[in-house]
T-cell receptor
Framework: AQSVTQLDSHVSVSEGTPVLLRCNYSSSYSPSLFWYVQHPNKGLQLLLKYTSAATLVKGINGFEAEFKKSETSFHLTKPSAHMSDAAEYFCVVANSGGYQKVTFGIGTKLQVIP | EPEVTQTPSHQVTQMGQEVILRCVPISNHLYFYWYRQILGQKVEFLVSFYNNEISEKSEIFDDQFSVERPDGSNFTLKIRSTKLEDSAMYFC??????????????FGAGTRLSVL
């Protein structure tokens, strides 16, 4: 069984300040972990992924995430928020092997205040 | 960059009617998926498809749903008799593999289904 918990449904930051979106997971197998972003009325865009290589993963648009097995966490960070970062972010866990079952978190809406 | 395309972007239908949602996955991908997102809720897995058969399905994917790859490029989701609660955004995804570094699922922009 696997699950994802996104700890905040809404996060609000000022433009230029750091972003932290929290995600905890549980998985019976070695997981693959992803962050996707969804802008209003748009599809899901992959930000970054962890698939058992480096634990610190860099993605697009300055985002990065660190896989911490001891804490079962995969938090998404960015040093400085931009207005265009306002969107909904989904943490996703997938089993590494076999047919891939993917589980989404509930999503975190990021608001960026000018 | 290759992308998954979905048509139509918005489908309006009457309750009880059949709908077919269409997807064109990325051309060298072998694994295909459908998800749905009811307004205000999380994205839910519906079904995965490989080698012309369903590899896994969720409890949501009942007899009203079916998937097909009718030719070498399209991947379709059919809902036989739509219900009001089928109103949602439906996402198609495809991946090259299911394990290792190529197990990334690429998503389409979605089809918004409105059942009246």
């Amino acid at each position: 069984a696997q699950s994802v918990t996104q700890l905040d449904s809404h996060v609000s930051v000022s433009e230029g300040t750091p972003v932290l979106l929290r995600c905890n997971y549980s998985s019976s197998y070695s997981p693959s972990l992803f962050w996707y972003v969804q802008h209003p009325n748009k599809g899901l865009q992959l930000l970054l992924k962890y698939t058992s290589a480096a634990t610190l993963v860099k993605g697009i648009n300055g985002f990065e995430a660190e896989f911490k097995k001891s804490e079962t966490s995969f938090h998404l960070t960015k040093p400085s928020a931009h207005m265009s970062d306002a969107a909904e972010y989904f943490c996703v866990v997938a089993n590494s092997g076999g047919y891939q079952k993917v589980t989404f978190g509930i999503g975190t809406k990021l608001q960026v205040i000018p | 960059e290759p992308e998954v395309t979905q048509t139509p972007s918005h489908q309006v239908t009457q309750m009880g009617q059949e709908v077919i949602l269409r997807c064109v996955p990325i051309s060298n991908h072998l694994y295909f998926y459908w998800y749905r997102q009811i307004l205000g809720q999380k994205v839910e897995f519906l079904v995965s498809f490989y080698n012309n058969e369903i590899s896994e399905k969720s409890e949501i994917f009942d007899d009203q749903f079916s998937v097909e790859r009718p030719d070498g490029s399209n991947f379709t989701l059919k809902i036989r008799s739509t219900k009001l609660e089928d109103s949602a955004m439906y996402f198609c995804a495809s991946s090259e593999r299911t394990g290792g570094p190529k197990n990334i699922q690429y998503f389409g922009a979605g089809t918004r289904l409105s059942v009246l």
